[in-house]
Every structure is written in structure tokens, then in C-alpha cells.
């Protein structure tokens, strides 16, 4: 037999580190983020004459349940009353690390106008002292996984029944959908 090689336990183990390394990176599927809305407080009415738009801050939990962080980039969220737009809240640019959750506090704007073309179902709803909000977002970034970063998209679309006299969150269910793009 011809010269045998000599075993190198540095070589194995920056191998091993290399394998496990990836198969962990390989075998952690992502999971979507979840988001509750856990209060809504008035700030301020600003008159449109006519009406009256409100302000408000909208208070979100949100869990990135994930073993990398993220980074995202600016956004808007919509938000809808009766299938009419009824406002938007910015979403800053922000990052988010793993196995966490934070607040966010989005600033809200709602139009007194477009709540007046639904003028009888909101008397409606605050008769009933509940009205249903719908909103939309889509949410893009990226996570880093060991060296690269990879691009992702959320989208989230939330069902909300608060009591439109004192602003409570009565129910609410939130759906998101997470779409990681591997190669671009």
C-alpha cells in the first residue's frame, strides 16, 4: 500500500463545526411571525372641513419566532372600515432579533370622510358597540443566515372587532404568510 495520510483532528472538527453548521441552516424552516393588535388610543382630531380625521396610535405585539433576526424595511399598513380605505400607520424601518417579541407603536391616521360615506353603519356599530376594522401589510427584508442574507416577504391580513366608543379590542384574528426568496 502506498503513504497513508495523517489524520488531523483540527480538519475534523472545523469540518464537523462546517456540517452541523449547515444542517442547521439547511433544516430550520422558517415560520411566520405573529402580530396582535393590543390597544388603540385616540391621540388627537384634526378637522378636514367637513369632518373630522382621527389620530390615533395602534399598539402590535409582534413575535419573530424564528432562530435568525431580521431587518425590515419601511412600510405602510391599510386599514379598512366596510370595504373602504379608512386610513394608513406607517411602519418604520426596524430590525427584530430571534426568539423575540416586541411592541410596536404605529401612528394612525383615519378619514372622518371616508367614515361619514358609512355614517349609518357606523351609528350601526356603535349602537351594537362593535365595529370591524380590517387591515393589510406587506412587510419585506431580510434575515441573516451565517453569512448571507436572505430576502424575505410577509404579508399579513388582520380582523379586528373593537368597541368604537371606548376603543377596546373586543376579538381579532390575524393571518400572516411568510415567503423567503433563497436565490434572487
Known amino acids: 500500500m502506498g503513504r497513508g495520510r495523517k489524520f488531523s483532528w483540527g480538519s475534523a472538527l472545523v469540518g464537523a463545526a462546517a456540517a452541523t453548521a449547515a444542517a442547521l441552516a439547511l433544516s430550520a424552516k422558517p415560520r411566520d411571525p405573529t402580530f396582535h393588535l393590543i390597544s388603540i388610543d385616540l391621540t388627537s382630531f384634526k378637522l378636514n372641513f367637513p369632518v373630522l380625521d382621527a389620530e390615533m396610535i395602534l399598539t402590535v405585539h409582534v ?9 425590515y424595511s419601511d412600510t405602510e399598513m391599510a386599514i379598512y372600515y366596510a370595504g373602504s380605505l379608512l386610513g394608513s400607520a406607517p411602519v418604520q424601518a426596524g430590525s427584530q432579533p430571534s426568539r423575540s417579541c416586541q411592541l410596536l407603536r404605529l401612528p394612525a391616521r383615519l378619514s372622518g370622510l371616508q367614515l361619514a360615506h358609512h355614517a349609518k353603519d357606523l351609528l350601526a356599530d356603535v349602537g351594537r358597540r362593535e365595529m370591524v376594522l380590517d387591515s393589510t401589510v406587506d412587510i419585506s427584508g431580510a434575515a441573516k443566515v451565517l453569512w448571507w442574507d436572505h430576502k424575505f416577504k410577509v404579508h399579513v391580513d388582520s380582523h379586528v372587532i373593537v368597541d368604537p366608543v371606548f376603543l377596546d379590542v373586543i376579538d381579532q384574528e390575524n393571518q400572516s404568510k411568510l415567503e423567503v426568496f433563497v436565490h434572487e
Open 63 to 71: 413575535t419573530n419566532p424564528n432562530i435568525v433576526p431580521i431587518n
